[in-house]
C-alpha cells in the first residue's frame, strides 16, 4: 500500500470514528428522553403530593370512604375513585381478554394469510380512533342498549364505560398475544399433528401454553392501559364517586377527577388543586405496579426456543 492509499485509508477511518461517536450521543440523547421525562413527572408528582399531605392526613386518604374535595367542609378519602377505575378494569377485562384472545388464536392458527392482512390493519385502526370517540359511542350506542335490558339505567353508568374501554383495548390484547402465538416453532404444532392432535387441541394445549408469558404480559398491559383511560370514562361512566356494586350506577374514576379539577376553577395552590398531584400519584403507583408485574411475568415465565 502506497503512502497515499495509507493516509486516504486513515482518513477514512478518522471520518467513520468521528461518525459513530455522534451517532451514539445521539442515540443516547434520545434514550435519555424517556428517561428524564419519568424522572421529571414522579418529581412533579411527589412534590405536589406532598404539599397535599401537608394538609390531608395520608390515614385519611387511603382509607376514607368519602371523596368531596370541592365541598364546603371538603373530605379527602380516595377509595371511592380507586372503586370506580378498579371497577371499569375489571369489566374491560372480562370484555377484553377472552375477546382479544381468542381473536390471536384465530388470527395465528386459523386465518389465512389473506384474511390476516385484512383482519389485522381493521384492528389497528380500532386502536386509533380517539378515546372521546369511544365516549361519545359509549352514550349513544352502548348505553341505550343496556337501557332497552334495565330500563332503570341512567345516562351515566359503570356497564357502559367498562365495556366502551374493554372494546378499545380488544386489538392491545390481540395484536400483542398474536405475536407471541406466532413466534411458537411450527416443530411443537407438527409434533402435535403427528400425535393425532386436532387443530383445536393443537392451538389450545400446544400453541397457548408455550406462548403464556407473552399472553400474559398483553393481559397486563391491556389492563394498565385501561387504569388510566380517561375521556371515554368520563363521558360513559359519570362523575359521582361512590364505592357501589351496581355497574349500572353512576361512578367516578381517577382519571375523571382529574379531568374535572384540571378544567374547573379550582385555585391553583389550593388543598383541591393538590389533590390532583396525590390522586396523580396514586394511579402511578397502580400503573407502575402492574407494568413491573408484567416485567415480571415475562421473566419468570418465558420459554426460549433454539
Do not use: H
Not at 378498579?86 to 384465530?106: C, D, E, Q, R
Not at 407471541?180 to 416443530?187: G, I, K, L, Q
Not at 406462548?211 to 393481559?219: E, H, R, T
Not at 405496579?289 to 418465558?302: D, P
Amino acid at each position: 500500500m502506497s503512502s497515499e492509499q495509507f493516509d486516504l485509508t486513515r482518513e477514512n477511518n478518522d471520518v467513520g470514528g468521528l461518525t459513530d461517536r455522534f451517532a451514539r450521543y445521539v442515540f443516547l440523547g434520545c434514550a435519555l428522553v424517556s428517561v428524564v421525562t419519568t424522572a421529571a413527572i414522579i418529581v412533579v408528582l411527589i412534590n405536589g403530593a406532598i404539599d397535599f399531605f401537608a394538609q390531608v392526613s395520608l390515614v385519611e386518604y387511603l382509607t376514607g370512604t368519602d371523596w368531596s374535595p370541592l365541598a364546603s367542609d371538603p373530605t379527602f378519602g380516595v377509595l371511592p375513585l380507586v372503586w370506580g377505575t378498579l371497577l371499569i378494569t375489571v369489566g374491560s377485562a372480562v370484555v377484553a381478554l377472552p375477546v382479544g384472545t381468542l381473536t390471536a388464536i384465530y388470527l395465528s392458527e386459523y386465518a389465512s394469510p389473506r384474511v390476516r392482512r385484512i383482519v389485522k390493519p381493521v384492528l389497528e385502526i380500532l386502536a386509533g380512533i380517539p378515546t372521546i370517540v369511544y365516549g361519545f359511542f359509549a352514550l349513544s350506542f352502548i348505553t341505550p342498549l343496556i337501557q332497552v335490558v334495565f330500563p332503570q339505567t341512567g345516562t351515566f353508568n359503570a356497564a357502559a364505560g367498562a365495556i366502551v374501554v374493554g372494546i378499545m383495548i380488544i386489538p392491545m390484547v390481540s395484536s400483542l398475544s398474536e405475536d407471541a402465538m406466532s413466534s411458537v416453532p411450527d416443530s411443537l404444532r407438527n409434533a402435535g399433528y403427528g400425535l393425532g392432535a386436532t387443530k383445536f387441541e393443537v392451538s389450545t394445549q400446544v400453541v397457548l401454553p408455550a406462548s403464556l408469558s407473552g399472553i400474559l404480559a398483553a393481559y397486563i398491559l391491556a389492563i394498565s392501559r385501561a387504569i388510566g383511560e380517561t375521556m371515554a370514562v368520563t363521558l360513559a361512566a359519570g362523575m359521582l364517586p361512590q364505592i357501589t356494586g351496581n355497574p349500572l350506577e353512576p361512578i367516578q374514576t381517577m382519571t375523571a377527577y382529574m379531568v374535572q379539577v384540571g378544567t374547573g376553577d379550582v385555585a391553583v395552590g389550593a388543598v383541591g388543586y393538590q389533590s390532583l398531584f396525590a390522586v396523580g400519584l396514586t394511579l402511578f403507583v397502580m400503573t407502575l405496579s402492574m407494568n413491573l408485574f408484567s416485567m415480571w411475568i415475562r421473566s419468570r415465565y418465558r420459554e426460549e426456543y433454539q
